[in-house]
């Protein structure tokens, strides 16, 4: 008898079509809308896998009801949505996606930075509502990038290749990190900092950090006072590293230039948020990994750690070896 998987958002065919040559496949038939809650809750009983998305918070009622659960594969790199000690004591993988989406999402980060910095989507608006008028000096000025110094707060892959990117702009680099990255310092020539003095003396703070217990609100109003008032900060990590409330008011009083999101603490974000009130803002809809390739290679990776464990193998991308 085959296997039961159930599949949270509706795949790539030939990703769908090789899943359902070794297996039982039932998949949530939505590109937009994700599985409400109870409906799964309600069917997570009947299946030995599960390939989720951050949407879905896989927690321990969920663990419960899932007791013929043997895998949970994640789409993504990070796995906050997943109570990883609960699915381990109850004997399940949890896998996730590293690695494919490292360039992907640098490009993104380099990108937001440059769209604050350049005030590139405010100056777009101001084109399309007819605010141009004539060539002035100093009509949608921005900050440089070239030549100024960035702060990665976490230093993995993605903030190496951010990094890397960087170098192309003659940054000076700094980073803070739970760890010393030798390797990288001689490769970038990137210089360690505390993250008090990262944040005092960089142009521009990106959060690359992955969301756990000790970096949820990292960055709160004492962090950002420590900010220069023409610094940017860049977040293509996880929301809730940054407190909201402290980062609006932050934007209100002028404590810092600007700031480029790709993430929040609750998503989708509604239109009536406050973050959405700021022209020196770049908000996007958390598309850091949303290129066709590295989507489709994300999907890929995610069928084979659920093939490889419902097969009684060892995923390669298995997270709970690391807890």
């Known amino acids: 008898m085959k296997k039961k998987i159930f599949i949270t958002r509706k795949p790539p065919e030939h ?10 496949v039932e998949i949530w038939n939505s590109e937009d809308i994700e599985i409400p809650r109870n409906e799964l809750l309600h069917i997570i009983h009947k299946f030995d896998g599960l390939l989720c998305l951050l949407t879905e918070s896989i927690d321990e009622e969920l663990l419960d009801k899932g007791r013929n659960l043997k895998v949970i594969s994640n ?20 896998t996730n996606t590293p690695g494919v989406l490292t360039e992907t999402t640098a490009d993104l980060t380099f990108a937001l930075m440059l769209a604050a910095s350049r005030r590139l989507v405010e100056a777009s608006h101001a084109l399309r509502e007819g605010k141009w008028k004539t060539w002035s000096p100093m009509f949608m000025t921005g900050m440089d990038v070239h030549g100024s110094t960035l702060g990665i707060i976490g230093l993995g892959e993605i903030g190496a290749a951010v990094a890397r990117r960087a ?27 505390d993250l008090h003095t990262l944040l005092q003396t960089s142009d521009y703070v990106c959060i690359l950090t ?11 109003m004492n962090e950002l006072k420590l900010m220069k008032n023409t610094a940017v900060l860049i977040n293509t990590a996880r929301g809730g590293i940054v407190n909201e409330f402290d980062l609006i008011q932050a934007l209100s ?21 406050p973050l959405l009130q700021f022209p020196n803002v770049v908000t996007l809809p958390h598309i850091g990994s949303a ?6 290679k994300m999907w890929e990776l995610a069928a084979k750690n659920i093939t490889l464990a419902l097969q009684g193998k060892t995923p390669p991308n298995l997270v709970s070896r690391l807890k």
């Open 15 to 24: 990703v769908l079509n090789n899943l359902q040559k070794l297996f039982e």
């Open 75 to 94: 789409l993504a790199v990070g796995y906050n949505n997943i109570h990883i000690e609960d699915a381990i004591s109850r004997g399940i993988m949890v």
């Open 167 to 193: 170098k192309g702009f003659n940054m000076k680099l700094m980073y803070y990190s739970r760890s010393r990255k030798p390797e990288f310092e001689a490769e970038l020539d990137i210089e360690y900092a």
């Open 210 to 220: 992955p969301f756990t217990k000790d970096t949820k609100n990292l960055i709160t």
């Open 253 to 273: 009083d002028g404590v810092i230039w600007g700031a480029g999101l790709d993430v929040y603490e609750h998503e989708p974000l509604p239109l009536d948020h």
């Open 291 to 296: 290129s066709i390739q590295t989507r489709t």
